[in-house]
């Protein structure tokens, strides 16, 4: 009876653990498994920050540039130093982007920082531009054939002689409707230096397959800003567009036209 009674304990305790769920795969807490990178690990990010004035020549300080982790959210914002040094203390593991802001200076991203925790992440060095003062006005657009020319006319206007990387300069960008920006555009080509003397006057010349991302017979319309010689841009993750940076928020009025 005692055999009987043994065979039978041992059958259902077989029975039971075969149905029991696998061992989960465990991991410690806050590791990934992708990455094997603790969520919890926490290090400092560190880097510089050169600014500018609009021509490019460098500030005696560089400091009260406000840089900020982007991940879920916008966090741990410092100010740089008056080198231009930045610490961002006791960051969490993660990847991130950098948020370089300061009024009158063009806002910069560092796109896709991996930051282990676990050791000091030193990031790239980056230098940003005073905004310019060149401000854009009476853009017009005349075709011939298949010739294009966009002008219009600029403030300040700077003496004769000025040397060429010191001169004022816009870009154009196009889109395919009215609200064209630089933030929202479809295609932007080379700066426009603006010759220095005379009343401001510039002219982009271009040609028709100089816009290749429109066709012939699309309605095409454009809207210039003024912009640093030297430009910061990135491409944005979530616009897929690239962000030029240095430029007067204040553009041109819009002006359209027929691609021929």
Known sequence: MRLYSYHICASLLAGLLACAPAEPDVQPPGTSKATGISDVSRGDITGFVTLCDEFGVTKSKSDSMIV?????????????????????????AGRYNLSYNKPDYGNYKLIGIQHSGSIQTIVPSVTIWERPKTAPSNLAVTVDGLKLVLSGLSTPIQPVGTVPEKQ????????????????????????????????????????????????????????????????????????????YTGINPVPSNVVSFVLP
């Open 68 to 92: 900020s982790l982007e991940g879920l959210q916008t966090a741990f914002p410092v100010r740089t130093r008056p080198e231009g040094r930045f610490v961002i203390a006791n960051a969490y």
């Open 168 to 243: 004022r300069r816009i870009r154009i960008f196009f889109g395919r409707d009215e609200k064209v920006s630089q933030l929202n555009y479809v295609t932007t080509l080379d700066q426009t230096i603006i010759p220095p003397g005379g009343t401001g006057a510039f002219a982009a010349k271009l040609l028709a397959d100089d816009l290749l991302a429109f066709k012939p017979g699309d309605r095409v319309y454009a809207i210039a800003y003024g912009i640093t010689a030297f430009e910061n841009a990135y491409d944005d993750p979530d616009t897929k567009q690239k962000l």
